[in-house]
């Protein structure tokens, strides 16, 4: 069955993680992605995780940032191993690169260099504030991306401090946005014969993220504020801890609709006929009080019970449960989509890894090759792809290029 990217070539300079995940993504979906790296350490990403212990080598950072991938690895500061990157270009779609501002142009790595070798080349920045203004060149880690866009004051309650949210959710925006970015181009491309640049920041990505906050704020004049949950405006729009202390979450947006019925699944059917919160007006003005007694209704009965209850009312709730993320890997949801898929890993074995979230009917995405060992296909791409014989790999290795 072909890939929607069966066809395209993507030459992946990246490093870390909002970089390498856009790449993935597009390897994903079946593009051939060449990971260069430098000669000497390669993506420090390699060494900042260990699976099994292990230090260096395999982790499931690197792993689950460049699946799909062939390695190359290459002196960069040589004028030979420039040439190599150069011809590889010639020979490709896509360019994607995550490196401080200037750092390209200094390696002859930049976009008008390489245009000049390609034309149609799509040329793909991940960048930490965005290609313009005065914090342009400034670096930036995931983290820092989540304190500019001012989500660590969104997240929580109005009491608490800013908060950091793990799992480097700022580079993985900045990642599928680029992604975005680039298959957007690769069909302006097809339509219109002309290649480009892309941008995608973490500034730009995590601000789209909180995209109906932030609209609020430019066409209302106020932005969403924390709220406390004990103080939630809609209590049937809130979280509830269960007997168990496991929560679950009601999403109600129409609450008048269904609060007759839920006050009587949880048992309290006097709290419809109660005139504090006989509508949704009212129950805002009071919803201390009413959150409180839904409070004391779900810590009764523990969560998988709640869930049954309110599965088999006929009031038609919306609500789930609050995971934790330990939770997810047996979650019926995320294994029925595949969200979580298996993988024979080469020198791992059985792995579970995190899935392909896009669903494609008749050419979906797949998950075929493990991240590659630093430069374990240099030879291999040389020769296949670029027509270098070993007695020029041989001159190559001796003058430190490879």
Request: charged share 25%; with cysteine.
């Amino acid at each position: 069955m072909p890939t929607p990217l069966e066809g395209i070539r993507v030459l992946d300079w990246t490093i870390w993680q909002q970089g390498p995940v856009c790449s993935t993504m597009l390897g994903d979906m079946g593009a051939e992605v060449i990971k260069i790296e430098e000669l000497e350490s390669g993506d420090p990403g390699r060494h900042l995780f260990g699976i099994g212990g292990k230090s260096l080598g395999e982790n499931f950072y690197f792993e689950a940032n460049n699946r799909n991938k062939r390695g190359i690895a290459l002196n960069l500061k040589s004028e030979a191993g420039t040439k190599i990157v150069h011809e590889l270009v010639a020979k490709s779609d896509v360019f994607v690169q995550n490196f401080r501002k200037g750092v390209a142009g200094r390696l002859g790595l930049d976009y008008e260099t390489l245009k000049k070798i390609n034309p149609k080349l799509i040329y793909a920045s991940a960048t930490g504030y965005g290609p313009e203004g005065p914090d342009s060149g400034e670096p930036s880690f995931d983290h820092l991306g989540i304190a500019r866009s001012g989500i660590m004051n969104a997240a929580g309650e109005p009491d608490m401090p800013p908060l950091g949210i793990a799992g480097g959710i700022a580079d993985q925006m900045g990642a599928v946005m680029l992604a975005y970015g680039v298959m957007a181009a690769i069909v302006a491309r097809e339509r219109h014969g002309v290649g480009q640049q892309v941008d995608a920041s973490h500034l730009g990505s995590m601000a789209w993220l909180q995209g109906l906050s932030v609209s609020c704020l430019l066409m209302a004049g106020f932005a969403f504020p924390r709220s406390f949950r004990a103080e939630a405006g809609n209590p049937l729009w809130n979280h509830y801890r269960c007997a168990d202390d496991k929560w679950l979450a009601l999403a109600m947006l129409q609450p008048d609709r269904y609060w007759a019925d839920l006050a009587r699944a949880v048992g309290r059917p006097e709290l419809a006929e109660d005139e504090r919160f006989k509508d949704a007006q009212t129950r805002g003005a009071n919803a201390p009080a009413c959150v409180a007694l839904l409070d004391e209704a779900f810590a009764t009965k523990p969560r998988d019970e709640w869930m049954q209850i309110l599965r088999d009312d006929a009031g038609d709730f919306i609500f789930t449960v609050v995971n934790e993320v330990t939770d997810l890997k047996d979650d019926p949801q995320m294994l029925a989509n595949d969200y979580i898929a298996d993988f024979d890993h080469p020198e791992h074995g059985a792995m579970k890894m995190l899935g392909i979230p896009v669903g494609l009917s008749e050419t979906p995405g797949s998950i075929r090759n493990s991240a590659p060992q630093h430069g374990q296909h240099t030879e291999e791409i040389l020769i296949d792809l670029l027509g270098y014989d070993w007695e020029a790999i041989g001159k190559l290795r001796e003058d430190g290029v490879l």
